[in-house]
């Protein structure tokens, strides 16, 4: 039987739910004021945006987005001139949004571990292959581009 491994999306959803059920279970620490939990809604949106925006680059390069599977391509174009990372950072900024919406400051716990676990799970896997499949030429892309920003 092959080995299923979780992807982000999955962290991500995982986070999200952290986030609302947090602010749920403890409605008493909602502290921010209802204009400023609008905003949430404008990073929400930003994040999606990051995420749409860099997987319709690997769809044009024809290369997979799922950190578990072997890329054929580098993607150096749009998000990725300035983050190598720029889904991942995407979905931080979509759950730090999410923080915001709910209104308790608890709920930044949901980005910070999404970070902890794209930081130390998913991106050395994926530099690790991305470095054995492309060489030098994701070596120089590394040393001109910042992980996150």
């Keep these: 039987m092959a080995k299923r491994n979780i992807t982000p999306p999955v962290y991500l959803l995982a986070c999200l739910l952290l986030a609302v059920g947090l602010a749920y279970a403890l409605p008493s620490l909602r502290i921010l004021p209802l204009a400023v939990r609008y905003m949430g809604l ?5 994040g999606i945006w990051l995420n749409l925006w860099a997987d ?3 769809r044009h390069k024809k290369t997979t987005v799922k950190p578990f599977e072997e890329p ?5 174009k749009g998000p990725y001139l300035f ?3 720029p889904m991942y950072l995407g979905m931080i900024v979509l759950l730090a949004g999410a923080a915001v919406t709910v209104g308790t400051p608890l709920a930044l716990i949901s980005p910070l571990l999404f970070f902890i676990v794209a930081r130390f799970h998913f991106i050395p896997t994926e530099e690790k292959a991305l470095e054995e499949t492309f060489g030098e030429k994701f070596l120089d892309y590394s040393s001109r581009v910042r992980r996150w920003l």
Excluded: D, P, Q
């Excluded at 054929?72 to 150096?76: D, G, H, Q, S, Y």
């Design 42 to 46: 404008l990073l929400i949106a930003v």
């Design 56 to 58: 319709h680059l690997f």
């Design 72 to 76: 054929v391509a580098l993607v150096e």
């Design 83 to 85: 983050s190598r990372n």
